[in-house]
């Protein structure tokens, strides 16, 4: 029997639901000041998390958050505040003084309630919060033993689980009310391995929005001999060649070098803010003509999918470079109305305490048309980057540093030998425009990534097909990420 979906939140001590009764008494605190618009974002949050080394269960936690967060506009001015305290007295504060950034008697009349049934990508049979902890922990033994099994150089294994489930409301003074119930996993293997005093380390993980049956497809197993492979791979590493240098980016989670030096200067807040390298280009030509970049929040189970955004807006695939031209940017409703445009349903807040902006879901490069096998052997000496590890970006101008943690030399159009502490180094936009070879197997990354913003975090997906750039600077030294694995 499938899950029911989720209606409204409820207040605590089960006294009432939200309802559209007590939705439309609190727009009205909100307005009262005279804002244009108003809106109100209800949460409630479970979260569990395992943690297994050594062998045994070493930790294992649950946390629960419960909240509404109140914003009102007028003009180009925002009002917020947020309450863990769902009460009605509470509530109705926290309104009242959301709807400060006003300051007039006129208040705007509501229009009907218009509800609505997104559509549905992420629906589960059970939840895995609902799964007993003895199963959980039996799929991080499963890991635990795999990996130590897989070579007699292991000498250390970690394996983690992370559950979620999200349930939100959204209220808004232009009618909506709308709702949606968000589940999310990772699952997560790392190992040691030592050979004559050297050791390297190695990871797998992976997950979305999606609950037991992930593991139908990538066991415990699985992700624990990745890890182990990647550990073994790594021992025998050499140093990376420097300077310039072709680059060829392997499918799927490389997409991370696109989120980070292109993605964030394609937010809409950057260009309304004039900070983003890419403020006024729209129509212009910003990448190599194979390029074609979107924001695809409607990918089924993916971890950057959403039903509906965090203002209630229902997600639509944003394209933003068509073929090397700028198309567009990833809106929320301020950027939108700045911008004279539609809303692309990319508004997101890490939580009810946070108010929304424009983020981006699953960002992609789609397929171009050559084979892989093609890509690899045009080149006579490159590097093949397999697995991205920690970046930085400058949203302004687009200059990146990216560490690597699985990559190799190509030599005469062969994958030869594993690199150790490769890092790129380059500029966003040059890089799109160097893009000489696309491949047709665009994949997308497995659940791992985690965007930060603005002191905001949320869950994102990448992709890309197999990438060949003519020319990327090699080297410089280990950093960190904006986006996390």
């Excluded at 690597?404 to 180094?425: C, F, Q, R």
Aim: proline share 4%.
């Amino acid at each position: 029997m499938m899950t029911k979906r989720y209606q409204a939140p409820f207040l605590p001590g089960g006294v009432s639901p939200v309802d559209t009764t007590i939705a439309e008494e609190l727009l009205r605190i909100a307005l009262e000041q005279g804002g244009d618009y108003a809106d109100l974002f209800f949460e409630f949050n479970i979260s569990g998390s395992y943690s297994y080394d050594e062998g045994i269960l070493k930790s294992a936690g649950r946390a629960a958050a419960t909240g509404l967060g109140v914003r009102v506009m007028k003009g180009d001015a925002t009002g917020y505040a947020y309450v863990e305290d769902l009460t009605l007295e509470a509530m109705k504060h926290a309104a009242k003084t959301a709807a400060q950034i006003a300051s007039s008697n006129t208040t705007l009349s509501l229009p009907a309630w218009k509800t609505s049934t997104p559509v549905e990508r992420y629906l589960l049979e059970t939840s895995l919060l609902e799964i007993d902890g003895a199963t959980k922990r039996g799929l991080l033994a499963r890991a635990d033993q795999a990996a130590r099994a897989a070579d007699a150089r292991v000498i250390q294994v970690q394996a983690s689980l992370s559950e979620e489930l999200k349930e939100i409301l959204i209220a808004t003074s232009d009618g909506k009310f709308v709702s949606d119930r968000q589940p999310l996993m990772r699952f997560g293997v790392s190992v040691i391995v030592e050979q004559g005093g050297l050791r390297q380390s190695g990871s797998s993980g992976g997950g979305g929005r999606c609950g037991l049956e992930y593991f139908e497809t990538k066991s415990p197993e699985w992700h624990a001999q990745q890890a182990v492979r990647q550990a073994v791979t790594m021992l025998e590493a050499k140093e990376a060649p420097a300077g310039e240098l072709e680059v060829v980016l392997a499918p799927g989670d490389s997409g991370i070098l696109l989120h980070e030096a292109v993605g964030h200067g394609l937010e809409a807040d950057f260009n309304r803010k004039r900070t983003s390298n890419y403020t006024d280009q729209v129509g212009t030509q910003v990448a190599s003509e194979l390029c074609t970049v979107v924001d695809d929040a409607t990918l089924m189970h993916s971890r950057g999918s959403i039903n509906i955004d965090d203002e209630g807006n229902q997600p639509q695939t944003a394209l933003l470079i068509e073929n090397g031209i700028l198309q567009g940017y990833m809106h929320d409703r301020h950027s939108a109305a700045f911008f004279h445009t539609s809303l692309s349903g990319n508004g997101r807040r890490e939580s009810f305490a946070c108010h929304p902006m424009p983020r981006m879901t699953n960002t992609l490069l789609l397929n171009g048309p050559h084979e892989p096998e093609e890509i690899i052997q045009s080149v006579k000496y490159g590097i093949y980057a397999k697995r991205f590890g920690g970046g930085q970006v400058d949203i302004s101008n687009g200059d990146f540093v990216f560490s690597l943690t699985e990559s190799y030399l190509i030599e005469n159009g062969k994958i030869t030998a594993p690199l150790k502490d490769v890092n790129l180094i380059g500029n966003g936009p040059e890089v799109m425009r160097k893009v000489v070879m696309l491949g047709n197997d665009m994949q997308t990354s497995d659940g791992i990534w985690t965007c930060g913003k603005d002191g905001q975090s949320v869950p994102v997906g990448v992709g890309c097909p197999t990438t060949k750039i003519s020319a990327v600077t090699v080297g410089g030294t280990q950093v960190t990420s904006g986006a996390s694995s």
